[in-house]
């Protein structure tokens, strides 16, 4: 059963998570910490990256780079004076997982969610940091938002803004995210806070995600009852049967509106692996 904590928004009905398409105000990012890198070697090219990305991104809409004290400076140099720097301090820097996940009603209000976040399931410790980004974006943007206490990353669910969410049973049902919880706890819990009323779950996300299967690594919506569906054509390749799998449930399946799901099938990219492991 789910404990829930106080809310810190008391009127949350007619909010509703929109589709990743939809118009934003802004792009949030966090900069790169060398520590909690896997190839932490490779640090000097990945902060230049995702400067050239903040920077690209910038032409376009703001983009406000979550930084660490002691890489404000590195980021600064390298991102230039076109992005806004907000010093919270985290862990990791994958904010689309750590991040908040912001609502709109139809009114053109904003609000947001903030789940908890365990680090993929205790695989990269420590991130009690990470698990504080979100309210601490919320309260210096000042949105009104909605505790919730189940562990949740925002690459685990994929949304079309009309109430149909797509997610995998192999990342959100892992006993290392929510054990205490059912399926129907979960969907009520998703149901409650980003106003979804169907739940596609598919069974896997690709072979071998840290993540404990994603769905953002294997499939997402093009628009409200299409999906983009990568798969693997193989046989030998252990996708091969994770992807048939998908592209099975997604044609059998309607969405919230009652449309059968069209699905928009991509090729996998070929296998790349990096001191022995696969990419």
């Known amino acids: 059963m789910i404990q829930r904590k106080e809310k810190n928004m008391q009127e949350h009905k007619g ?3 929109p589709a990743e398409w939809a118009e934003h105000e802004r792009t949030l990012m966090e900069w790169p910490v060398r520590e909690a890198m896997i190839y932490p070697e490779n640090n000097e090219i ?5 400067a050239a990305v903040a920077k690209t991104i910038s032409e376009f809409e703001p983009v406000t780079m979550l930084v660490n004290a002691n890489t404000a400076e590195q980021a600064k140099a ?3 004076d ?3 720097y907000l010093t919270v301090p985290h862990n990791d820097a994958w904010c689309r997982d750590n991040g908040p996940t912001f609502l709109v009603d139809g009114e053109h209000h904003v609000s947001a969610v903030n789940w908890q976040f365990n680090a993929w399931g205790e695989k990269y410790l420590p991130c009690d940091l990470d698990n504080e980004v979100a309210q601490k974006v919320l309260e210096y943007y000042k949105v009104p938002f ?3 206490p189940i562990v949740m990353e925002g690459g685990s669910i994929h949304v079309d803004g009309e109430g149909t969410l797509l997610t995998t049973r192999e990342c959100l049902l892992n006993r290392n ?3 205490h919880l059912t ?3 979960i969907e009520d819990e998703l149901k409650r806070c980003i106003g979804i009323t169907k739940t596609i779950w598919l069974n896997h996300g690709l072979f071998g995600d840290e993540t404990d299967g994603h769905v953002d690594n294997v499939a997402c919506f093009a628009r409200p009852g299409v999906v983009i569906l990568q798969v693997c054509e193989d046989d030998r390749d252990p996708n091969y049967a994770i992807t048939l799998e998908n592209l099975e449930i997604l044609r059998n399946t309607d969405d919230a509106k009652g449309r059968r799901i069209e699905v928009i099938k991509i090729p996998q990219p070929p296998a790349r692996f990096y001191e022995g492991s696969r990419l």
């Open 82 to 84: 076109s992005i806004e």
């Open 46 to 50: 990945v902060c230049e990256e995702y």
């Open 15 to 17: 909010f509703f998570m």
């Open 177 to 179: 995210r929510n054990p």
């Open 183 to 185: 399926q129907k706890e």
């Open 146 to 148: 909605l505790n919730s």
């Open 78 to 80: 390298l991102c230039g």
